[in-house]
């Protein structure tokens, strides 16, 4: 298990108590160590955006003129996935009727058309999968996209002889894969205030890509995305529109 991981899951902890209060996470528990971990961030220029429409707000994962979204930045695995670059597509929604607000913390349902992940390899052969978006939540500058950490990632799809994409291949479809990803927007923006007619504001971000391994005693993913509150801004500034 990467250090990074370990560092998330443990303070993911107490976050995933409140979400866990508000009855929001309905994630199977799974046994992180056991399966693949890939830890991404967006490339220079590539970002994730929010257009508000008054009623709720749509956000999407623009990649840089290059066409790339994010980088592979380390793995639990072999590591030769590190390096490689990826895409997040579709369109992600959620309305201002469903948000729930406790304190700081505002959470909402999100709706996904179109999710997409592609990772391509060195021979320019694709992993592909179809992710949704779960949830969207924002606290103080931090958000953070499938904060339950539910298994949302199906359909993986590779060809190639990468080991990393191949293991995720392998894993994701046995037992189910989980993107989860993180943004910060200083000052800090609530999902009321993203929602809001007429705001567009895009920001870079990271995440992480893991593969649930079903065991009894085992880790809730459900404290991946809450765990980097507060730790996304140590990883990369936030850029707004």
């Not at 956000?59 to 994010?70: A, E, H, L, V």
């Not at 779960?134 to 500058?141: W, Y």
Request: hydrophobic share 40%; glycine share 16%.
């Amino acid at each position: 298990m990467s250090k990074r991981f370990k560092i998330l899951a443990r303070t993911g902890l107490l976050a995933l108590a409140a979400v866990a209060g508000l009855g929001l996470c309905h994630c199977p528990e799974a046994r992180a160590g056991g399966g693949l971990v890939l830890d991404i961030s967006s490339d220079v220029g590539a970002s994730i955006e929010f257009k508000g429409s008054g009623t709720g707000s749509t956000f999407s994962f623009n990649n840089n003129g290059s066409g790339n979204g994010f980088d592979v930045t380390a793995s639990t695995g072999v590591g030769d996935s590190v390096g490689l670059h990826g895409t997040i597509g579709g369109t992600y929604s959620y309305t201002t009727a469903s948000i729930v607000t406790i304190g700081g913390l505002q959470t909402a349902p999100v709706s996904t058309v179109g999710g997409t992940l592609t990772i391509t390899d060195a021979s320019l052969k694709s992993l592909t999968g179809t992710i949704a978006g779960v949830d969207v939540t924002t606290l103080g500058t931090d958000g953070a996209v499938n904060v339950s950490g539910s298994i949302n990632l199906a359909n993986v799809t590779y060809a190639g002889v990468n080991a990393d994409l191949t293991q995720l291949r392998n894993e994701a479809n046995f037992s189910g894969g989980v993107v989860a990803i993180t943004f910060q927007f200083v000052p800090g923006r609530t999902l009321t205030q993203l929602a809001a007619s007429g705001v567009d504001r895009h920001t870079s971000y990271s995440g992480t890509i893991a593969t649930a391994a079903p065991e009894p005693s085992g880790l809730v993913l459900g404290g991946i995305a809450l765990g980097t509150l507060g730790l996304g801004r140590r990883w990369r500034r936030s850029r707004v529109a």
